[in-house]
């Protein structure tokens, strides 16, 4: 039996879950993988961050279905994909499991995006040469090392959910709608009611809390940010101006330490601008890409 209870029902949990239509699941790398795939053209990956699922995509990802064959997944212990050892969601860990699922599914993006978490396990796997996208763009990307309290409250976690696996199942029995907008509203970012919705889902869920509490726990910046500059990929920083999570601030400073990084500003929105403004966001990305020659042809009437 799992210590940290069971994950979420498909049948119960997803019957109304968002682009539900093109869901599947995918065993790779010794789990079962929640994954949504749609559109056709050169393949774009999107990988969400700590504590999210598909779900965020759900707006954006369809946006962007218009030029791109779009693959996403929930990441091992988020929502509806199983969970692999702690060790496992350590970054490098996290950027293996991602690595063996596109490998099992034959997927060799051109374009992947990431937000917060999700970006840094993208470039991660770009600077370990898991995968070769021409580029890569990072939605309030968490790609620097924690500061200040950060920087001793994640790595005491790890200890906590040790010396305590009830943890998770106590935090989950307090997710309300209100508490969950206070947190999500805590990030600089107002989201529809169907998003509120779904995160309550998922921070009621033991199994999905402790996923996002052990992959914080995890997570080590330090060794990837030396190696930031050598990134290959063609490099879009997405950061909002309200973003309380991840200030802009880092974004400034990444363009400075990574040659030929771009930068684009989003007014008024938070750490979770491609769920406030999905088509502002599909707008950048889209442009961004199509800057690049043949690789198709840019977009019109995003709406």
């Not at 064959?69 to 929930?74: K, Y």
């Not at 370990?128 to 920087?151: H, K, Q, T, Y």
């Not at 696996?165 to 307090?174: E, F, H, I, Q």
């Not at 997710?175 to 995160?199: K, N, W």
């Amino acid at each position: 039996m799992n210590l940290y209870g069971e994950g979420l029902d498909w049948t119960r949990d997803g019957a109304d879950w968002p682009n539900r239509e093109a869901s599947r699941f995918v065993e790779a790398g010794g789990l079962r993988w929640h994954v949504q795939v749609m559109g056709q053209g050169p393949q774009l990956v999107l990988v969400h961050g700590t504590g999210a699922s598909t779900h965020s995509w759900r707006a954006l990802a369809p946006l962007l279905a218009r030029r791109f064959n779009v693959v996403a997944m929930d990441l091992p212990s988020h929502a509806f994909t199983g969970a692999p050892a702690f060790r496992e969601l350590s970054l490098d860990g996290m950027a293996g499991l991602v690595g063996a699922l596109l490998d099992r599914m034959d997927v060799r993006p051109v374009v992947a995006a990431g937000h917060s978490a999700g970006a840094a396990i993208l470039a991660r796997m770009c600077l370990d040469g898991a995968m070769e996208p021409r580029r890569l763009i990072s939605l309030n990307g968490a790609l620097l090392p924690f500061g200040g309290v950060g920087r001793h409250l994640f790595p005491a976690l790890a200890s906590l959910m040790f010396t305590n696996p009830l943890t998770a199942r106590l935090v989950a029995l307090r997710a309300s709608e209100a508490r969950v907008r206070s947190l999500l509203e805590g990030t600089g970012s107002r989201i529809d009611e169907e998003g509120l919705r779904l995160y309550t889902r998922l921070f009621s869920n033991p199994l999905h809390v402790s996923g996002a509490l052990r992959m914080m726990a995890n997570w080590r910046l330090d060794r990837m940010e030396a190696g930031l500059a050598g990134l290959k990929p063609e490099l879009l920083l997405v950061a909002g101006d309200r973003d309380r999570a991840i200030p802009i601030a880092q974004a400034e400073h990444l363009q400075t330490l990574i040659p030929g990084a771009r930068l684009m500003r989003l007014q008024g929105l938070g750490h979770l601008a491609h769920e406030q403004d999905p088509a502002s966001v599909g707008e950048a990305i889209l442009s961004f890409c199509a800057q690049e020659q043949g690789l198709y042809p840019p977009a019109k009437g995003l709406t």
